[in-house]
Structure formats: C-alpha cells, structure tokens
C-alpha cells in the first residue's frame, strides 16, 4: 500500500493535486466550494435530480479508449475521481472565451428559464454528443432522464436537442406516408390568421456549428499514467474515515481481508445516499480502481459472464450488442433485463452504478435483481480462502447467511445463462413516473416448458417492492408444474401467488392494494406474452390472443415528439429596433448554459464565514419538555445554538394579521417547526451538531391532520369564508336533476431546483446588515430582519440577483429563515450562510394546500347548470401564512369559465398539525377550478352528454356578470374554446379514441377540453403597486433596476425590452443587476402573474420621464448618439436619472356584501389532451395536447410560450404523479426526488402545441400584454379529465355504473384501482380500521 496518497485528476484540462483530501467529500462540494466552479449545482445530494452533472472521463489501457460517461457530483466521492479528467460546465465553454454549441442552442432555443437545471442539462446533452456526435432524439431524451427541470416544461429543451440530430424538424416517421408536419387529425393546422402569426421562435441557421475537433483533448498526463504507473494500492486517511483503492484482485482481496466489514465503494450510488440521509458511517471504505477482472465480458457455452464492476450503462451496451447477434431464444433473459435498464434511474446513475453494487445492495425495489433470479443467474465470488459460486436465489436476495457473501468475500462477476428454446422469461414493472423512478411493483417471471406442449417444466417467479426484499414466490411455482399454460392455470397462479406473496395492510410504502393488484395483473401479462411467443413458435397448436387481450401486451412506445407554437407576429410597421414583441432569449441564457450566473450559495465565502443549520421537531403537536444543546456545543466548530431564549422580545412576527414565531421552544405543532438553529465554522460542522441537539417532548393531542379530522375538531382558522349570487336555494326547487359529489386534491410541493438559500453578512459599521436571499420579496426580508435586529429598515439591506425558482414558496418562511441567519450573523459579528438540503426544504417550507370541495350542483336535462352549491376545505397547516387569502381566491375564481346564475359557496381554512401550507403558483385556482371542472363532468355524466358539451352550454358569452359582480367580457374565452376544438380536431380525434376503446379492451384512450378563465389582480391597488429606477451614463448606457425578482420567468428580459422601446435605444445598451431594497424601496412581492405588468408600467414611467427631459436635447442633435446627448444632458444640468411609479390597478372587494372589482382582466385559454392508459397497471401515456390563449400582445412570445408550458407541465404533474405522502404522526415521507416525483423529459405529451389568440387590445396593461405566470397550471387537468374518461370508458365497458369518482392526483395506484376488473376483485381488502396504515392522505 501506498501510505499517504495524493489524488492527483483533472479538472477542466487543469491538474489538480489534492494533498490533505478527505475522503468524506464528495465531488460537488469540492467542485463549487474549493476550487469555486460554482455552474455545477446542488439540488438534491442524492442522484436524483441531475443539477450537479459532470463529465467523467477515464482512458483505459486494457481498450486503449477514453470512456466519458455522465455523473452525479454529489455522489461522486472525491477519492474516486483519482486518475480521471472531470469535465464541468466551465470547462466546456464561457462567455469569456467561447460558448459551446450546446450551451448556445439551450440558451436560443429558450430552454432555460430559472437557469439553475442548466448547467446539468448542458452537460447531459455534451457528454452523449462527444459519444455520439450525431445522435438520434430518442437517445437524447434519454440522456435527460436523469435530469429534472421544473420551470420549462422540457419542450424548448428538446427543440434544442433536435438540432442536434439529422432529423430535426420532422418526426421522420412518415406514418401512414404522411409527413407529422402536414395538417390533419395529428398535424397542427393552420389558423385563420395565416400570415400574421409566426412559429419560429429561434433561427437555426446562426447556431455555431458543432466540431467534435475542438473539444478538450483527455490529458495525455493521465494517459501515460494509467500505463505506466506501477499498479499500488492508494490510501487516503481523512479525519474520520480511510479510503483504501486497490489496482489490482490481489490487494482487494487483502484489504478486504484485513477490513471485512468496509463496503466496496463502486457507484456509491447506494452506499452514498445511506451515508448521506440514514447516517450510516464507515470507518473505512474499499474502492477498487480499474481492477480487470471486475470488468470482464465473457460468453461462453452456456451464457455471459459479466464482470462486477460494469456499470449498468456498460451492462445495457453489453446486452443489446448481444440480443442483435444471438436468436431471439437464447436471449429471453437479456431482452428482460434490457427491459429494465430503459428505465431504471438516469443516464448518470446508470454510468455510475456497478452491477456488483446493485446486485449485492439487494434494494427492495431493485429492478435486476428479480430477473437474475429467476434467470438462474449465479455469483462468482472470491476471497483469499478462494473462489466460491452462489445462486441468485431467494436466500441470497433475503440475505440469510448461508446463502450470502462472507464480509471477506468479493464479487467478481456474474453468470447470466443464455435461455433455451420453449423458454419465456419477462419483466415488468410499475413506478409513479414511468422513468427514473423507483418500481412501486416489479417483477421478472420465467417459465421453461421443456418441449413444445406447453407443459410447465420450470417455473420462477420473483417480485420486488412487495416485502422487505425481493421475493420469489417459490412454492407458487413449484405447486404449478406439470400443469398446461391455460386459464385455468392463470387463475391457480394468481390465488397461490396472492396467497404466497402476501402484504400486510400496514406495509412500508402504502399503496396496498394496488400493489396487490399488480402483482397478479404483471402475471396476466405473462400468461399472455408467452401464449402469443407459444403461438408465434407453433401457429398450428395454439390459437390466437383473442382480440380483447391483444392490448394488455403492447408496452407505451416512445414516438418521435413533434411540437409546434403560433404567436403573433410583430406590426410590420414596428420600428426594427424596438424589441418588444419579438421572442428574445432570456437575459441570462447564455450565463445559465455556461455556468456563469450567480445564485446565492455561489457567491463566495466571507471571511470568517459561519454556517447555520436548524433542528426542527419531529413531533406533530406536543409540549417540549426540554432541549439540551449541550453536546452539539461540544462538538469541534460548533459557535453557538440559538434558542427563543436568544430572541427574547424578537421571537415573533406579524405578517398576515396572526404573529407566528420564528423560534419554538414550549410547543410545537407540527413535524419540521424550527426549533433552535446550530452555528458553526462549517455546513458539516453545523449539520453533524445540530443532530446532535435532545430534545424531549410531552405528546399532546388531539394530533390533527387531515381535513376531515379538522372539520371534525371544527378546527379552522377564521370563521367561513362566503360568497352568494343569484337565490341558489329557489333555483334548487326548479331543476331536472340534482347531483352531488365531492372530490379530493392532494398538495404540492414547489420544488423549485435552487434550495432555499441565504448570506447575512454584517457590514461591521453602523449595525448595517446585508442580506443576499433568493426570494421573491425581498422587501418582506427586509422588514422581518429589521424588527428582530431592532433596526431601523435603513440599516438592513436585501439583494436578490436571481432566483432559481421560487413558484410562491420563497417569501414568509425565507423571511423568518433569514432573520434567524442575520441574527446569528449580528451576534457574531460575521456573515453566516444557510442553505437548505432538499429534504429539509420539503420538510420546513411546506407548498400547496390539499384540498376537499364538496358540490351540490342543479341542472336541466341538457346540462344547463342553473344552481351550485359548493364548500371548500383547505389544509392550511399549523399556522395561518396566506391560507385565508388561498381560499378567498379559490372562492372568487371558482366560476372558472362558467355563468352560474346561482351559486353559493363557502369555504374553511383548516388548521391542522402539518407544516403551513403557503402560495404556489395559482394561489388556489388549481384546487377550486378542479372541483367545478369535477361537478361538470359529473353533471354530464348524468345527462349522457359529453363533458365538453356541457362545459360550452355553461360558459360565458360575450359581456357577463361574475358571481361577485364584476363585468367580464368572454369573446376571447369562446374563440380559445373554438380555436383549440379546431387546432386539436377534437372531432375527429374523439371519434378515432372511441373506436380505439371499442377495439382494446386493456388499453384505453382519453380526450379531454378544459377553458380556462383566470382572473389577474392581487386584491388591493397598494399590492399592485411598483417602482423603477432608471439611470443614464455619460457613456450613453442604462442601467434599469426595479421591484421585481427575476425567478426564470425572464422579468428582467422583459423590462429590458421595455427600455429599449421606452429609450428607442438597442437592447444590448441597457443592463440590469438585479433586485435590491437599496434602489427600490417597499416593493411589493413578486408573484400573481403580475411582475411584468406592474413593474414595466414603472420601468416605462421612468424611461418616458428621462425621454421628455431629453428630448430638446436629441431634436437639437437627432443624428447624435446616447453618449453625445448624455453627455448634453450633464452638461447642461439635467438629471439622467428618474425614478418611475405605478400605482396599482384598482381592485376592491367586498366579503359582506359579495361584489366587488377584484381583478384587473382575465387570461383565457384552452387546453385539450389525450391520453392512453394501461388499465393493468395504471400507467398513463400523455399523446397530445394543444393549447390555445388569448395573451393579449406578448411582449416577449418565447417567454410566454415558456410560462404557458412551464405551467403546464407542472400543473400536469400536480393532478397526476406529485403525491405527498405523511405517516399516521404527521410526518412527510417525500422528501427528495427520490420519493416525490416532478415530471421528467419523458412525461411530456408527445404532441405538443401552443398557439396565441390574435393580439387583442387592452389599453390599462403593459403595452397590452397579460400575465402568464399561473393560468396554464390549471390547464393541467386536461390531462386529469383525459384520464377520467379514459378510466370511464374502462369502467362501461366492464359494466361498471354509478359516479365515477376520483380524486387528484390522478396516480398509477388510482387509475388500475378505479379499472375494476376480475383481478382488483380477486385480491384481498383489509378490514377497514384493522391496520395502522403507513400513510394517510392529507
Ligand atoms: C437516484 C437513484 C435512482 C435509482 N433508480 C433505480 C431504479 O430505478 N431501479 C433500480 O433497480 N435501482 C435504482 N437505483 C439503485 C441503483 O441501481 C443502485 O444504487 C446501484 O446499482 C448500486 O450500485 P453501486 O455500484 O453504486 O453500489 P455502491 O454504492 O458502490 O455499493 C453498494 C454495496 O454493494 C457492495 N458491493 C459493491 N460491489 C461489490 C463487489 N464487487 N463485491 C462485494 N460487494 C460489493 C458494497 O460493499 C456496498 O455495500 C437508483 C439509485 C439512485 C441513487
Ligand atoms: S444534486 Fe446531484 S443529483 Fe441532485
Ligand atoms: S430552468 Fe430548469 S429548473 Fe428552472
């Protein structure tokens, strides 16, 4: 062994030698902390969220090649980067030298927003084009599996992959000899204004061209090392842990010898997230390092032999080189696995996870491990006692000790056996997301028949998710041998299995029932796949699938992806100089592709910085009966732990009418309430004490949770909430039908990429206090710290740069987070950070408000609705934040586009013990929308009419009343409507999806319409005021600074173009740093749509005040330029610099009489999609959707566009896959991508088009324009009505009547359980009450 090794990798083409390394750091925080490369980020720590990419690169020279894979750098340890080239976004291009061509396309094809996913995306993108320099789409999307984005909605991503591929532009799959471009049912036809719209949003013809040439060359120095160096085993001793790389079988197996129970560190794609989240520690750490008799590929007579250390990526190449050259029945095992790979995590964990290291981690839900069971795999171990071979079989995958590796031994490689003919092997597997995303049910099945008479000779059958390991249901299968494939034998199968693979209602991870469900329907899928590959193989001795079961076997197919945007073109009559109307790419695009934008834990550290991290309670509702900080103190690098006591006099803070303290020290009422806060020199330091830190609690009840308990314990926040128009109790007595219902929705969390993050720093001089924060109010910031440092608001100062992403969830709690840090900071005299890990964030910060509406709606028989009756319910948590002002809004926009002559609603703000639910995008549309969209599809459902029939019978026309009084003209509703009935060919398509649903009886398609009405205004004119600062230099340059934050939106790209306009001056003559409460005072937060609008009005105030004190200068020198007449201006004393003012829209309302003028206009649009769902699993595929909205005159088309899809997107997600889930204690589960899950590349309709109303006039907003920030969340449910039908049409056709009700979000687990059929009756229910479940919905 080598004693004290140093780590000698590149970065960037630079050497780095690292001489005292610990080998407890991982690459992300060596990357961004010690060498300051600050574009890889942190979002998550534990591989699921892609933020942090890099670009691993490693000669070997067995192969004499480089191979460059794509990695998370925050599971990547730092030792293991020894001898390798890491390649970051810096690396690949700046703004200083030159922008690489990825980096360009993603910034001009507008695929970045917030910015922070960026440099992650950009590196995914790279590093598959410097393996595959013309790449098709498919394996483009599939590099971005891996990486999460939360503001674009992945669309103008993907525009910028396809330029890289041949087949840009077209799908190329000429589908019935029709190109996807033409118009028609799948087309994107034309609208009536032909020529005055536009679809480009980008110009392909100016993109730097791609030249593999001028890439980073793999530094030759590494090269001659990996040949040349004497093979020796590296040590690095840290303060805690050792890690031990051995180059080669002999020396792992001593030190394996010498440390039996040190892990072998491959991926650390396991080991890495236990260490990090369950606070596993090793002592010492084994990690092989090019050993090559872990990466053998061997075939020999009777299978592969695959070398332990493969990574699954090097797996998935090995298998599909294979399947290509051997017949279709010697590779049934490899066809299954390969299965698997597509979907199992991201490309990066796939490049970075050993099949060693999946196979011995033995995860519940591990997704190869079932298969290699049931593919009579064995293990190949070895240890210095010699070589041993062990079956993958259920006593392996169960760990008994008789059948495991001893500590001392290694696995070396794995046998796969090549299948025999009249053998079937398969996978399947279920999961929340269909990709990256751990299998909520999966499951390899193999059966052997010996000969072609369809006897069972052999048998196995595993799953994984169902137990605390995988299970092989051994006895099932050997009771079924000797029996014929037939029905009967299904039937037997599935009673054995249920019986034998049995879970208790109680199980980890909830969702009983359905995996219950999926365990017999994967089996049904079997029992058909292998009758269609027996009836391949013999035509004569076994009949054809009957028609009806042919669609439970095709899987969802990946379809090129074709997308398509129609906005207005600008007047030809518009100076060419004047950007507005034109789709401008973001601002910071560029500096988002190359790294180079700043967010807050970017910035560098302070001298002398601290770092402070909180302890939060894990109880519900309960007295404290003490806290002992003790220990925490003790520990090396604690500085201080702050407590209420500390806070004495400042503890608390008014911010909607109810105080709420900062700091709990007597009671708590929900899981994740800040409790104390540890300060130390280091964020490792400061996380390891403030695990530290005892607290003992006194349980008190009642514990309320949900908003039943709630109305139970009428534990709401303030009286109800009502609003009533017309006389809904007369208009009850004269309808022809009365239905009632009431539908559920889940919350949401924001999950904005860029974690909440905050520096105070103490200026040292008059008590001044600067506060670098991302959030949206920074004025709010301000006035918070101020209060608990006793300042006057002058002294404290509040800096916002960028925000990446906030989506409503950066205001109060980042208020009361920074003024715990800024007094930390002033108590200490130095500038402390707080940046918050991901699950900490989901924890504290809480997000949308789950709720229950309950209708009770009157209509004629042609689905006239002419009464409605509704209560809302929110789940506003254990403080009040702005859940009364949610619920107002949900109640004054519940009408969505609908005239409801009578109508009544009231609604609650329940208080309950979870963490305080907050704004989030739609601030209470979403819910309240969802329920009356819910009420109408159970209003047609009564009629027999379709639900878009009723929708258009009910919807406003023309100039209207709403039912708070407020005039509303609706043409632009109507001709949204109209335009996407025709855009979709919702005609045509809805009579294609009932044929399809006459044909597949396990397959069925959905289509639903949604309008969309959304009201824009903040409830108060003082709410919507905002201010500009605008400066001119003698140099002729402007400097434009105003109120709002710019969170990926492209606020500050907006105003730009506002200036330029204003000034008539180039765009690239005006720049903008950023927010601050230093140049404008009392700004209002940014949210509501409204940032824009509200501040462009003040940003065109200030530049019209320069202009008319400019203009005898410019008419006396017209052909001058800015600099000669700025120059002018100073010399003739005349300010080049003036403040600009809006007031605020008026906006009143009036809760005791009902009416009001809250809002200042409306944004209307329509959204159709389509669907297909897998009625056995519960899988959904979205097929196409088209937008149609009425923006007004869009300042910017790509922005919008980007808003609109954004939304979209994550509105899709909120109705279907993004389930919070909480213990029975009130504690969040989903705390990480891991568990919670966004929408990824993949679930993206494959059609996709957005197209714009003609510019209509407005003259009391910005140049016309409207706010798009949140309207297309709501569009979202399209998605969820598609599915509704689809799971409708499922439901007749298995004679299912009655109400269909189903709650929000639409899941896998909820659509396979409301498809009833033989197999959801089949398994066994729990008892009511007879078990605790795992989870409860909220
Ligand atoms: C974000 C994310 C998403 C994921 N998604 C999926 C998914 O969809 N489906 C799925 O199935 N899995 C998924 N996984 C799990 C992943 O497949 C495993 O973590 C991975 O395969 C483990 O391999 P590794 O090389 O990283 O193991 P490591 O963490 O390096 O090691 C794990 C364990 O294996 C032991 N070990 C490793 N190699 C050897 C050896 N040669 N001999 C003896 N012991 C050894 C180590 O001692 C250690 O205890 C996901 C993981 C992450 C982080
Ligand atoms: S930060 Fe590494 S994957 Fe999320
Ligand atoms: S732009 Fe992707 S997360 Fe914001």
Redesign the pocket.
Known sequence: MDGAAELLFYVNGRKVIEKNVDPETMLLPYLRKKLRLTGTKYGCG???CGACTVMISRYDPVTKRIRHYPA?AC?MPICSVYGAAVTTVEGIGSTRTRIHPVQERIARCHGTQCGFCTPGMVMSIYTLLRNHPDPTLDQLTDALG?NLCRCTGYRPIVDACKTFCNTSGCCQSKENGVCCLNQGINGFPELEEGNKTSSKLFSEEEFLPLDPTQELIFPPELMIMAEKQPPRTRVFAGERMMWISPVTLKELLEAKAKYPQ????????????EVKFKGVFHPVI?S?DRIEE?NVVNSANNGLTLG??L??AQVKDTLAAVVLKLPEERTQTYRALLK?LG????AQ?RN??????????R?V?????PLLAVGGCTLN?LSKEGARQIPVNEQFLRKCPSAD?KPE????SVNIPYSRKWEFVSAFRQ?QRQQ????IV?SGMRVFFGEGDGIIRELSISY?GVGPTTICAQNSCQKLIGRPWNEEMLDAACRLVLDEVSLPGSAPGGKVEFKRTLIISFLFKFYLEVLRLLRRMDPVHYPSLADKHESALEDFHPRHRQSARKYQKVDPKQPPQDPVGHPIMHLSGIKHATGEAIYCDDMPAMDGELFLAFVTSSRAHAKIVSIDVSEALSLPGVVDVLAEEHLQGVNSFCLLGQPEKLLESEMVFCVGQLVCAVIANSEIQARRAAKQVKIVYQDLEPVILTIEEAIQHKSFFEPERKLEYGNVDEAFKVVDHIVEGEIHLGGQEHFYMETQSMLAVPKGEDQEMDVYVSTQHPKGIQDIVASVLKLPANKVMCHVKRVGGAFGGKAFKTGVMAAITAFAANKHGRAVRCILERGEDMLITAGRHPYLGKYKAGFTKDGRILALDMEHYGNGGASLDESLFVLEMGILKLDNAYKFPNLRCRGWACRTNLPSNTALRGFGFPQAGLITEACITDVAAKCGLSPEKVRMINMYKEIDQTHYKQEINAKNLIQCWRECMAMSSYSLRKAAVEKFNSENFWKKKGLAMVPVKFPIGLGSRAAGQAAALVHIYLDGSVLVTHGGIEMGQGVHTKMIQVASRELRMPLSNVHLRGTSTETVPNANASGGSVVADLNGLAVKDACQTLLKRLEPIISKNPRGTWKDWAQAAFDESISLSATGYFRGYESNMNWETGEGHPFEYFVYGAACSEVEIDCLTGAHKNIRTDIVMDVGCSINPALDIGQIEGAFIQGMGLYTIEELNYSPQGVLYTRG??QYKIPTICDIPTEFHVSFLPPSQDSNTLYSSKGLGESGIFLGCSVFFAIHDAVSAARQERGLRGPLKLNSPLTPEKIRMACEDKFTKMIPRDKPGSCVPWNIPI
């Open positions: 534990g591989g699921g998370n599971l891996g040190a892990p072998v560190i491959m991926g650390n794609t396991s080991t890495g997230p084994i092989p872990l332990a250390g990574s699954l698997q979907t199992l995590a991201g964990i970075m996870a050993s099949l060693g290291g999946h196979i011995v981690s995860h839900d591990s997704d190869l491990n171990l590796l031994e290694i696995l070396i999961a990256n995303a751990l299998a999966n994984g991508p891991d």
